[in-house]
């Protein structure tokens, strides 16, 4: 609540744990999004809340369909509401996150994304924190779409969902918290979005002929053949180290080179989850470089796969595809000289 003014929030459910119950065939999203606000009374003396359930899966089977859907909805609803909050299974929660931050184009508004690593029935769970989390990020007016866990605001395309059981499930990778909360409330240490002029718009079409290839020590050449003959579009190689690959007896850079030449957006990025790649440091880099690949830089794997996705509804042109990789949309990339 901001000098008395109640702030209006639409609260959004897909599934995911934190709307799970028992099945008998394991964990599944059960509870609607009147139960989950029942659980946290309070917020009705602070927000003006509407609510509504819009998908209910686990997140294992949120896909690129579903996020067209979901932002659909949110560019929908925007203009009656402070902010929207979704709550999301955790496992696909940064693929979500990192998509809507591409199609929702300057974002003026709070968007954020949570979810719980235990059912918000259950004892010792994290969901209603995480909740109030992202009501607090509303309530602060946090442009851009974030992720609230684990009482942190996270940029959602520098999220990474690093544990599988711990509460502390995601991390900011390479770029600064948003915020924090603490018994103060919630401190803010670093905005995010970049103040545009450009009105609000959805750019939803995607492209989902995306393939993401974790190279190994001897990976053989002809999966590239694979690839090309089942016409995937874009294709994430998360090279070595700072960004390499093998060229001796299995050597990857001609058949790069040829997809590139038959106009596959091919994107390079590190194995590392922290920091930057550099493919201009080792001679293993610069031959990827040399053969047309688009350097990922300190983007995370699940911010190119989207980015990539989006540059592909976007444009047929590879050219163009090059160009969105040069341009920062929502935090997600440091943009140095490479
Ligand atoms: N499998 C669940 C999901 O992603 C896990 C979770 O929500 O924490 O939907």
């Known amino acids: 609540m901001r000098d008395g003014v109640m702030k209006k929030v639409l609260l959004l459910t897909t599934g995911g744990t934190i709307a799970a119950r028992e099945s008998g065939?394991?964990?599944t999203p059960g509870i609607h999004c009147e139960d989950l606000l029942h659980m946290l009374p309070e917020l009705k003396d602070y927000f003006q809340i509407d609510s509504q359930d819009i998908l209910n899966l686990d997140s294992s089977n949120i896909q690129p369909e579903e996020w067209q859907y979901i932002a659909q909805i949110v560019a929908e609803k925007l203009p009656y509401y402070d902010g929207i909050i979704i709550t999301h299974g955790t496992d696909t929660m940064a693929y979500?996150?990192?998509?809507?931050?591409?199609?929702?184009?300057?974002?003026?508004?709070?968007?954020?994304?949570?979810?719980?690593?235990?059912?918000?029935?259950?004892?010792?769970?994290?969901?209603?924190?995480?909740l109030q989390t992202a009501f607090a990020a509303v309530d602060q007016g946090i442009k851009g779409v974030t992720i609230a866990f684990d009482d942190k605001i996270?940029?959602?395309?520098r999220a990474v969902k690093v544990r599988t059981m711990g509460f502390n499930a995601f991390e900011s990778i390479s770029a600064p918290y948003i915020g924090e909360v603490s018994a103060d409330g919630l401190h803010i240490y670093?905005?995010?979005?970049?103040?545009?002029?450009?009105?609000?718009?959805?750019?939803?079409?995607?492209?989902?002929?995306?393939?993401?290839?974790?190279?190994?020590?001897?990976?053989?050449?002809?999966?590239?053949?694979?690839?090309?003959?089942?016409?995937?579009?874009?294709?994430?190689?998360?090279?070595?180290?700072?960004?390499?690959t093998h060229f001796e007896r299995r050597n990857l850079i001609p058949k790069l080179r040829e997809l590139v030449e038959?106009?596959?957006?091919?994107?390079?990025?590190?194995?590392?989850?922290?920091?930057?790649?550099?493919f201009s440091l080792y001679e293993v880099g610069r031959k990827l470089l040399e053969c047309g690949i688009i350097p990922g830089r300190d983007m995370t794997t699940e911010a190119i796969v989207t980015k990539l996705m989006w540059a592909?509804?976007?444009?047929?042109?590879?050219?163009k595809v090059r160009e969105i990789f040069k341009t920062d949309y929502a935090g997600e990339v440091t943009l140095e000289n490479q």
Do not use: W
Request: with cysteine; charged share 25%; aromatic share 6%.
């Open 25 to 27: 065939q394991g964990l």
């Open 96 to 130: 979500t996150a990192s998509a809507l931050s591409y199609m929702l184009q300057n974002l003026q508004k709070p968007v954020v994304l949570t979810g719980a690593q235990i059912p918000i029935e259950r004892m010792f769970t994290d969901a209603k924190r995480n």
């Open 154 to 157: 996270i940029n959602g395309c």
């Open 190 to 244: 670093h905005r995010q979005t970049k103040d545009t002029r450009e009105p609000f718009c959805l750019k939803k079409e995607l492209c989902a002929d995306v393939f993401l290839l974790k190279l190994i020590p001897g990976t053989n050449p002809q999966i590239f053949d694979r690839l090309k003959e089942m016409k995937y579009r874009g294709i994430v190689i998360e090279a070595f180290g700072a960004g390499g």
């Open 262 to 278: 038959s106009g596959i957006s091919i994107v390079a990025c590190s194995q590392c989850l922290y920091e930057k790649s550099d």
């Open 312 to 319: 592909l509804g976007q444009t047929e042109d590879p050219q």
